[in-house]
């Protein structure tokens, strides 16, 4: 199968492989703390990051703002006669630089993969035609799809929504859609579906049954999931929630939103969510937040792993670069158990004026060694027990006498109420150590 890909044209020419360099390297396209083979804890850095690649933002995506045109005008489009061999090269070019970059994922939509054709049925023929060369380029390369889903949300017909759409012949063109969309994922082995809302919200509640749209989608996701099951997919469907943009309340707000909604819906065993930083911030969250609340409500899934902009204040993409946000996050993803189905999907854009052919590498390596530097330090913190110590020794009152029975529901609320007065007047003045803990924490940032 190497040949398939072997004397394709190459699309980033003058870059090779990205190696490891360690921190010293003055070389702008090598890792300065990515090491995939080293091994951190128990795994290797690569098994336990997952870096996967977002087709839409790299390969799609060309500089246009609501200001202003294209600023990455790229070869694989201006050189093609039609939008089926735009769609080819895209392709090709995509697996350059996964395999360049050495990341072992991607994700990706239904029509990023392959143009939307004149009727349902042209589309799925375009979407399977990419998928034939997309398996025979996973062969050959090794790289694997994370998960797929389908761009319900740029057509006009959805304009007021897909699965929440009023009317219902919208919601089953939707439903055809998704289900070439999870054929496709099968095909390609991919390892999850995902369902981000798309425009599944409102704009105005004055015309709007909330209730009824909450329902449909309910009833929708139900249907698609158990659609996929009997195809034989095994693995995990995802909600990734997000708060606004661009309805002005998506009905996937939050991870603690996501998690009544598939309760309510009787979802929540076979779906988990996939949590986008920059989402966190539009709700209001920070990261560590969402994370930490997705692991409470046992939800952790995936990432999409990007940064927002705290002037700004939307949906603005970057790629990760703090790593005080990626040790905290990945913090929490080591106390969750890490990554199983899930990864860290660059869903992040380089910006509109970032137009040398280079500036995409740049910012996966950016990104990736934020994500090693913060891997390393998360595993720091786990390691030497100090911090999650505290807060285990934070809550030892629970772990016997009648704290302990409390936990195993053996304690009536007159037993509280009377045991509180006689035994434990004087509890509550304790410090939460905050600044001292975040001394520590600051200590494992600099490898101490
Ligand atoms: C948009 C979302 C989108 C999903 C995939 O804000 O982040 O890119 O990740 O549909
Ligand atoms: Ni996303
Ligand atoms: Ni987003």
Partial sequence: MADFYAGKKEYFPGIGKIKYEGPKSGNALAFKYYDPEKTVGKKKMKDHLRFAIAYWHSFCADGTDPFGSVTHPHPWVTDAETPMEAAEHRMDAAFEFFTKLGANFYCFHDRDMAPEGDSPGESEKNLFTMVARAKKLQKATGVKLLWGTANLFSNPRYMNGAATNPEFGVLAIAAGQVKSAIDATIELGGQGYTFW?????????????????????????????????????????????????????????????????????????????????????????????????????????????????????????????????????????????????????????????????????????????????????????????????????????????????????????????????????????TSGKQEYLENVFNQYLLGL
Avoid: C
């Avoid at 629970?398 to 109420?417: C, I, N, P």
């Fill in 197 to 429: 809302g798309g425009r599944e919200g409102y704009m105005s509640l004055l015309n709007t049954d909330l209730k009824r749209e909450k329902d449909h989608i309910g009833r929708f996701l139900g249907l698609a999931r158990d659609y996929a099951r009997k195809q034989g997919f095994k693995g995990a469907f995802y909600i990734e929630p997000k708060p606004m943009e661009p309805t002005k309340h998506q009905y996937d707000y939050d991870v603690e939103t996501v998690g009544l909604f598939l309760k309510t819906y009787g979802l929540e065993k076979d779906f988990r969510v996939n949590i986008e930083a920059n989402h966190a911030e539009l709700a209001g969250h920070d990261f560590f937040h969402e994370l930490e609340t997705a692991a409470a409500l046992g939800l952790f899934g995936s990432v999409d792993a990007n940064r927002g902009d705290f002037i700004t204040g939307w949906d603005t993409d970057q790629f990760p670069f703090s790593y005080y946000e990626t040790a905290l996050a990945m913090y929490a993803i080591l106390k969750a158990g890490g990554f199983t189905t899930g990864g860290l999907n660059f869903d992040a854009k380089i910006r509109r004026n970032s137009v040398d052919p280079s500036d995409l590498f740049l910012a996966h390596i950016g990104g990736m060694d934020a994500f090693a530097v913060g891997l390393e330090i998360a595993n720091r913190v786990i390691k030497d027990g100090v911090i999650p110590g505290f807060v285990k020794k934070r809550y030892a009152s629970f772990g016997s006498g009648d704290g302990a029975k409390y936990e195993k529901g053996q304690l009536s609320f007159a037993d509280l109420a009377k045991i509180g007065g006689v035994k434990y007047g004087k509890a509550g003045v």
